[in-house]
């Protein structure tokens, strides 16, 4: 049976994955498969309370034990979810299997936006549903069963706070997390931000997680784990997880690009970068007469060093969301760049003494001996950028959003 779970948080406490963690050792008496689903779902969502992320538990138990396993996920959303909080509205589904139609509408939570009324029909035509309040959960509490980590997939190792900690500063030790980056990376990532001096694998609010760390191989992680030295901690658990891998985003065209969804989008650079006030910069690209303004926000930090050397003319695949008709950029593929150049007076013909301009669009005169040209000199301008692609810093990445080393057979320029 799988048992999805979702929308039991809020900014001020708890987190879902903890309870899933809570809830799969509860469960082991059925028996329990290792790595419970760890979702992430749309990111432009508006009710998310952070990472927009759901969860599902996949339990050795029969249609019999249907109702004994649903009181008990029940009774521990009661005991530990955020209910008093109007914007929390936990959702719980169990089902004995998934269905074509199920995993259709998973992929859907992941790269569009849904009712709760879809979610409702679909979730009590294959299973048992139990809604708090308005039941938005019983969203990501479906799709978490139903997306399918198939085609791709990583793991998460969460570790967890003990109780008394909760609210207080995370005791980690820095040098540590460096050195478990360093020996464990590239299979696991995202843990510190070296460009940024940041460590990233640990949030700053008042939840009940410690730290997380990704990766694509879980021994590395058990490593990374083993090496980092902190508060103790409360427990931790491996998810499965369709962090890191785009899953959210639609190969599209500028034309049908929506409010909400996530795309690759091909185009040409028509208005060159320029920045606003609050280190925003923005240009924008066109493909077959349809334009779209881009985005690289201040908290991309040196990603945005890539993008103010973009010029009219170059060939780019844009990722990112679209909010208010802007593509809010996640990672550029360069396909091409454009020659550039800067016009110089030329040399005269006969003398070779640099000629002098005649005024605006009347060409150039040689001062010495009085020949004209009508043309000027093109000096090529040595591009600093090179083709491929490039992507928003660790300390500005997405959980679902892929990072550069997990490409391949293309040309990357990993931020790290
Ligand atoms: P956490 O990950 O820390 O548990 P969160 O960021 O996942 O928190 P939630 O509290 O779960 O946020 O709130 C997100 C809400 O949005 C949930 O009720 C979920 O069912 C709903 N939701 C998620 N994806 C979609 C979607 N594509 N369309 C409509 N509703 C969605």
Not at 308 to 314: A, S
Not at 407 to 412: A, D, F, Q
Request: proline letters at 4%; charged letters at 25%; a neutral charge.
């Amino acid at each position: 049976m799988l048992l999805g779970i979702d929308d039991t948080d809020s900014k001020k406490g708890m987190c879902t994955t903890y309870l899933a963690a809570i809830l799969v050792e509860k469960l082991q008496k059925y028996g329990v498969k290792e790595h419970p689903r760890l979702i992430r779902l749309n990111p432009n969502i508006k009710y998310k309370t952070r990472g927009n992320g759901a969860v599902a538990i996949e339990i050795d138990a029969d249609e019999g034990q249907a109702a004994e396993i649903m009181d008990i996920a029940v009774q521990k959303v009661e005991e530990m979810a955020e209910l008093e909080d109007p914007e929390t509205n936990p959702g719980i589904v169990l089902l004995d299997h998934i269905t074509p139609e199920v995993e259709k509408f998973s992929d859907r939570v992941v790269r569009d936006i849904v009712t709760i009324k879809e979610a409702m029909d679909l979730a009590k035509k294959y299973g048992v549903v139990h809604a708090f309040k308005n039941g938005r959960g019983v969203i990501g509490a479906l799709a978490a069963i139903g997306f399918s980590l198939k085609n791709d997939h990583t793991y998460e190792l969460v570790a967890y706070r003990h109780r008394e900690n909760w609210g207080t500063t995370r005791r980690i030790d820095r040098t540590s997390v460096l050195e478990a980056d360093q020996s464990t990376y590239p299979h696991t990532w995202d843990t510190v931000d070296v460009a940024n001096e940041v460590t990233v694998f640990s949030p700053h609010s008042s939840c009940p997680v410690l730290f997380g760390i990704r990766g694509d191989d879980v021994d590395a992680i058990k490593r990374a784990f083993k090496m980092i030295r902190s508060e103790e901690a409360e427990r931790h658990i491996i998810f499965k997880t369709n962090q890191s891998t785009d899953a959210h985003i639609i190969p599209g065209n500028i034309a049908s690009a929506k409010n909400g969804c996530s795309y690759i989008l091909g185009g040409t650079v028509v208005k060159s970068p320029h920045s606003i006030q609050g280190g925003h910069v923005f240009f924008t690209i066109a493909e077959n007469g349809h334009k779209i303004d881009c985005a690289a926000y201040e908290p991309t930090k040196n990603f945005r060093d890539v993008i103010r050397q973009l010029c009219v003319g170059d060939e780019i695949l844009a990722y990112g969301s679209v909010k208010d008709q802007t593509l809010n950029l996640e990672k550029i593929e360069i396909s091409s760049l454009k020659d550039q150049f800067v016009l110089r007076n030329p040399a005269c013909p006969k003398c070779q003494k640099r000629m002098k301009s005649s005024g605006k669009n009347q060409g150039y005169r040689c001062r010495k001996c009085g020949t004209t040209s009508q043309d000027g000199e093109h000096i090529p301008v040595l591009r600093g950028l090179e083709s491929g692609l490039y992507e928003t810093p660790p300390c500005a990445r997405r959980h679902i959003s892929k990072p550069l080393i997990r490409m391949s057979g293309r040309k990357i320029h990993p931020s790290r």
